[in-house]
């Protein structure tokens, strides 16, 4: 007795101790393939720090969800649980807006009213099609602050198995970037040139809106440099970034000058121009017709310095947005979407973090990019699609182009280059050269620095309706939304990435799907071989027993 004691003692100290020490050392295993389940240090190191709660209300519940979304349902939730297992203050909640009948309507305009658009869905499960309607949305609310956080990433052509699978890659940058947000001060200044007759305010709105919940920003001219070129050059050099968009006025050889220092100085910068003169309203006159030709802002050495030449040609693709005209007379006229190919779509195979699983990217009247041969190392972010040609200046620009039809065998110049990152060090544009005017602490080799081309103005520029800007990327007349917002943040990010926190989205997610064809083909095969056979096994067994017991003892 006294032994068996012995050993109940011991068994019941081992799993206090065990049960102590559970609850001491906490240790998470991933096991996929991937790494899914864990976190990026670039998101851990922005919620360590975190002393006060974080309150996640994620709206993507519900009963009627399609498979693929209850994936990305499930996706959610244990990504936020790793957030919270890192740290105890990260506390979330799913909730379905749409559960009581009473508050639908209201609920649904509410959340509409705060920025948070419902998606209507098909279902197509068990042979049946159906519509259901979600919320793919979060709310993180941090000290009285809230941010919106979208969970699902669109791409045009996907299927709803792909839009999942994209949505889910980019949950853990959605979720971090919130937090970052709601976590981190703002501390960088963005300095937006003017001077140079870039786009009006209003035009450059809604980009410039987002950019002001991650930056400082500010509106800057290059005009002091005629006067004081010093001083100009040393108010620059207190802005992290300055950002060009579509100037019309040849730049200066002194603004020039100002511009290389601020770059070998470690600045960053991202430019977008037009090398071409070409608008979309310009056509809409009484001949439907207009002249292309070139745009010399006085920037070709400059850019050919850092590795880089804009070609004043422009590119043509097959694989473009429409264009949309009224068709007809008087009240017989319709309006209809058109075969455009000035307004090529851009895309990129690439997995670097400003591209990866990126929205295709609406240009118009783009110019065609070339990288030269330098120490400076190129990655290329966005090109046309391989069915392309380039159409020289001067040339005429007809909208009668709609109504011809394309020969597809003319489109035969490949992929063009239309966005290009730049990193290193830069040779100044003035190095061996006699420069404007003297600059003390001039220097001929910058910092390890970054810039951005892309060679078209009008991928920052929103329409502008009724005087009130329009969301950037967005055609109010397909009701298509474009990659450009996110792909110029994803660009602005990168630039000034302190953190890292941008690195993320270039985290690869594999998510497997069932066939839901095949399940619904094969369904009444499985519930028979689930359900049948293990009542034939059964009684074949009962059947098999019976009769060798029935043998044994007859004999």
Do not use: C
């Amino acid at each position: 007795m006294t032994k068996y004691l012995k050993h109940i003692v011991i068994l019941i100290a081992a799993l206090v101790a065990v049960n102590f020490l559970g609850n001491k050392v906490y240790k998470r295993f991933d096991l996929t393939s991937d790494k899914r389940y864990t976190l990026s240090e670039s998101a851990i190191n922005i919620i360590k720090d975190i002393e006060s709660p974080i309150i996640v209300d994620v709206f993507l519940e519900g009963e009627d969800f399609p498979s693929e979304f209850r994936r990305l349902q499930k996706e959610t939730q244990q990504l936020l649980e790793e957030f919270a297992a890192q740290n105890k203050n990260i506390v979330f909640h799913f909730i379905n807006p749409l559960e009581e009948e009473s508050t639908k309507e209201q609920n649904i305009q509410q959340l509409t009213q705060r920025g948070l658009t419902p998606m209507q869905l098909s279902v197509q499960e068990s042979g049946k099609s159906s519509q259901a309607v979600i919320f793919p949305w979060a709310l993180a609310s941090y000290n009285g602050q809230t941010v919106i956080i979208p969970l699902v990433k669109n791409k045009i052509g996907a299927s709803q198995q792909e839009l999942v699978t994209n949505s889910v890659q980019h949950l853990e940058y959605a979720f971090a970037d919130g937090f970052n947000k709601l976590t981190k001060p703002k501390h960088q200044k963005i300095a937006i040139l003017k001077g140079n007759k870039q786009l009006e305010d209003k035009y450059i709105a809604d980009f410039v809106k987002k950019l002001g919940e991650y930056y400082f920003i500010a509106p800057f001219t290059l005009d002091s440099v005629a006067s004081n070129p010093q001083k100009t050059l040393k108010e620059i050099e207190t802005y992290d970034l300055v950002i060009s968009a579509k100037p019309t006025k040849a730049f200066t050889e002194e603004e020039k000058l100002v511009l290389d220092q601020y770059t070998m100085n470690g600045g960053k910068s991202l430019w977008l121009i037009d090398a071409v003169i070409m608008e979309k309203d310009s056509l809409y006159n009484a001949s439907g017709k207009n002249y292309a030709v070139t745009r010399d802002l006085n920037l070709t050495d400059f850019f050919f310095k850092y590795g880089v030449r804009i070609n004043p040609v422009m590119v043509s693709s097959l694989y473009s947005a429409p264009i949309t005209l009224a068709m007809g007379s008087g009240s017989e006229s319709q309006f209809q979407h058109l075969k455009w190919p000035y307004s090529p779509l851009a895309g990129s195979s690439s997995n670097h973090p400003i591209v990866n699983n990126l929205n295709l990217v609406k240009f118009d009247f783009a110019n065609q990019i070339d990288t030269l041969k330098n120490e400076v190392k190129k990655t290329v972010l966005l090109e046309s699609t391989p069915l392309t040609k380039l159409e020289g200046t001067p040339r005429e620009v007809s909208l009668d182009i709609v109504t011809k039809e394309q020969n597809p065998q003319s489109f035969n110049k490949g992929n063009q280059t239309l966005a290009v990152l730049l990193e290193g060090e830069f040779i100044s544009v003035y190095s061996n050269r006699i420069k404007p005017f003297k600059l003390s602490g001039a220097k001929d080799k910058s910092e390890p620095t970054k810039m951005i081309v892309i060679a078209d103005g009008d991928v920052i520029k929103n329409d502008v309706v009724r005087g009130t800007p329009q969301e950037l990327g967005f055609d109010r007349w397909t009701g298509q939304l474009y990659g450009n917002k996110e792909f110029l943040l994803n660009a602005v990010n990168y630039l000034l990435d302190d953190n890292g926190l941008i690195n993320i989205r270039s985290k690869e997610i594999a998510v497997a799907f069932l066939n839901q064809e095949k399940i619904s083909d094969e369904k009444t095969n499985w519930q028979l071989i689930n359900i049948a056979l293990p009542l034939v096994l059964l009684g074949l067994f009962g059947f098999v027993f019976s009769y060798v017991r029935r043998k044994k003892f007859a004999s």
